[in-house]
């Protein structure tokens, strides 16, 4: 599961988790975000805490993610649950993607997959790649929603404009296959080497296969 805390509109990709990270938008957080990319956790708990007490949002995100990821604390999804909402009730778009994936798996709530699609279209309509993504892989697989490969697509494009590669990755495919889109396979190839350079092994090889199909019909 990804997550993205956010710095004054910039985003910081944590190479170590593979996960994308936003931070509190304030002055005082640049103690946590740079405890955070270092790894020591323990500060970055403490800043954001102070923080996420005094009704930060994005703080409040910050905590959910480090509680549910057991970061410098113990995994409680309940407390994460918590601070997700808190700050998803406050339109933290990032805190809304989480909570819904919460709900869809039943951390630390019961599951449901009503709230959790009601919480990904919130995530996706305020603009967050990961909630956008989530939107286009569930038009795509018809989950919670009528199938729709124009609308997957849409959403592909939304968040992989964003650099979000599971959505470059899926934008790719959709392009070779015509699949909501017209067939193109340049734009296929543009949008999977995007993938590829984020490290999307799924991609790279996609690119490969695009290449030897390439190969053999101009040996025919």
């Known amino acids: 599961m ?15 988790a593979a996960l994308l990270l936003m931070v509190p938008a304030i ?8 405890a955070f990319k270092s790894g020591d956790y323990q500060t970055a708990f403490k800043e954001w805490k102070a923080l996420a007490d005094n009704g930060d949002a994005n703080a409040q995100c910050n905590l959910g993610i480090m509680f549910q990821k057991g970061l410098w604390v113990d995994k409680n999804p309940a407390e994460a649950f918590r601070l997700f909402q808190a700050a998803a009730n406050k339109g933290n778009s990032q805190a809304q993607y989480q909570l819904a994936q919460m709900y869809a798996k039943g951390w630390g709530v019961p599951q449901s997959y009503t709230s959790a699609l009601m919480w990904t279209q919130k995530s996706a309509a305020a603009g967050d790649p990961d909630g956008e993504n989530r939107m286009g892989w569930l038009y795509d697989e018809g989950y919670g929603v009528q199938k729709d490969a124009k609308q997957a697509a849409y959403y592909y494009r939304l968040a992989a404009a964003k650099g979000n590669v599971d959505a470059q990755f899926s934008l790719g495919l959709a392009y070779e296959k015509g ?12 949008w999977l080497k995007l993938a590829a350079k984020q490290g999307n092994s799924k991609a790279q090889a996609e690119l490969d296969a695009m290449t030897q199909k390439e190969q053999l019909a101009t040996k025919k």
């Open 2 to 16: 990804s997550f993205r805390i956010n710095y004054k509109n910039r985003l910081w990709i944590g190479a170590a």
């Open 179 to 190: 699949s909501g889109v017209h067939k193109d396979d340049a734009e296929a190839a543009k």
């Open 27 to 34: 002055a005082d957080d640049l103690a946590g975000m740079k």
